[in-house]
C-alpha cells in the first residue's frame, strides 16, 4: 500500500520535475496505485494544465540543444523513452535546426580532441567518429567533422 495518497505523490513528483503523461502514469503505477485512482489524478493534473506533453517536449528539446551536446537521433530516442508520442516527437523535432546540430558536433570535437593529445589522425577518426554516433549525430554531420579534421580545418578553429 502506498504510503502517500495518489495526487500527492504526483504533486511530489512534480516538485522535482516536469513530467510526460505517460511517466507520471508509468510511475504511479510501479509505486502500487491502482488504474483508476491514477487516471483521475491524472486527469485532474492535465485540467490544471500541471500535465502537458507538449509543453514538457519543446522544453526538453531545448535544453538538450543547449546543455548537451547531442543529436537529433539521441533526443528522439530520449523522448521515446520518456513516452512521448512519435507524432509529438516528429512535430517538435521539425522545428530542430541541423545546422545546430553540427554546430554542436563541432563545439563537442573541440573538446574532445583537446583531451585527446598525442594520437593518431587515424585514431582520432575512428574513435571520434564513434563518440560522435555514439551521441546520436546524423552520420552526414559525423562525416563532415571528420572531413573538416581530414582538411585540418577544426584544429585551426581550436
Given at each position: 500500500?502506498?504510503?502517500?495518497?495518489?495526487?500527492?505523490?504526483?504533486?511530489?513528483?512534480?516538485?522535482?520535475?516536469?513530467?510526460?503523461?505517460?511517466?507520471?502514469?508509468?510511475?504511479?503505477?510501479?509505486?502500487?496505485?491502482?488504474?483508476?485512482?491514477?487516471?483521475?489524478?491524472?486527469?485532474?493534473?492535465?485540467?490544471?494544465?500541471?500535465?502537458?506533453?507538449?509543453?514538457?517536449?519543446?522544453?526538453?528539446?531545448?535544453?538538450?540543444v543547449q546543455y548537451r551536446?547531442?543529436?537529433?537521433?539521441?533526443?528522439?530516442?530520449?523522448?521515446?523513452?520518456?513516452?512521448?508520442?512519435?507524432?509529438?516527437?516528429?512535430?517538435?523535432?521539425?522545428?530542430?535546426?541541423?545546422?545546430?546540430?553540427?554546430?554542436?558536433?563541432?563545439?563537442?570535437?573541440?573538446?574532445?580532441?583537446?583531451?585527446?593529445?598525442?594520437?593518431?589522425?587515424?585514431?582520432?577518426?575512428?574513435?571520434?567518429?564513434?563518440?560522435?554516433?555514439?551521441?546520436?549525430?546524423?552520420?552526414?554531420?559525423?562525416?563532415?567533422?571528420?572531413?573538416?579534421?581530414?582538411?585540418?580545418?577544426?584544429?585551426?578553429?581550436?
Amino acid at each position: 500500500m502506498p504510503k502517500y495518497e495518489p495526487l500527492q505523490y504526483a504533486l511530489s513528483l512534480l516538485k522535482l520535475r516536469d513530467r510526460t503523461v505517460g511517466e507520471m502514469r508509468d510511475k504511479m503505477r510501479r509505486k502500487g496505485y491502482l488504474g483508476e485512482e491514477v487516471e483521475q489524478v491524472i486527469a485532474k493534473l492535465l485540467e490544471k494544465d500541471l500535465l502537458n506533453d507538449q509543453r514538457f517536449a519543446e522544453s526538453y528539446l531545448r535544453s538538450q540543444v543547449q546543455y548537451r551536446p547531442s543529436g537529433r537521433h539521441r533526443i528522439r530516442a530520449k523522448m521515446k523513452q520518456l513516452f512521448l508520442s512519435d507524432q509529438l516527437i516528429q512535430s517538435v523535432m521539425s522545428g530542430y535546426d541541423v545546422g545546430t546540430e553540427t554546430e554542436k558536433a563541432k563545439d563537442l570535437t573541440q573538446r574532445w580532441l583537446a583531451k585527446k593529445a598525442g594520437i593518431t589522425d587515424d585514431e582520432i577518426r575512428q574513435k571520434l567518429g564513434r563518440f560522435l554516433s555514439s551521441r546520436g549525430f546524423d552520420w552526414e554531420v559525423v562525416r563532415e567533422v571528420l572531413d573538416r579534421i581530414k582538411n585540418g580545418a577544426l584544429q585551426e578553429e581550436i
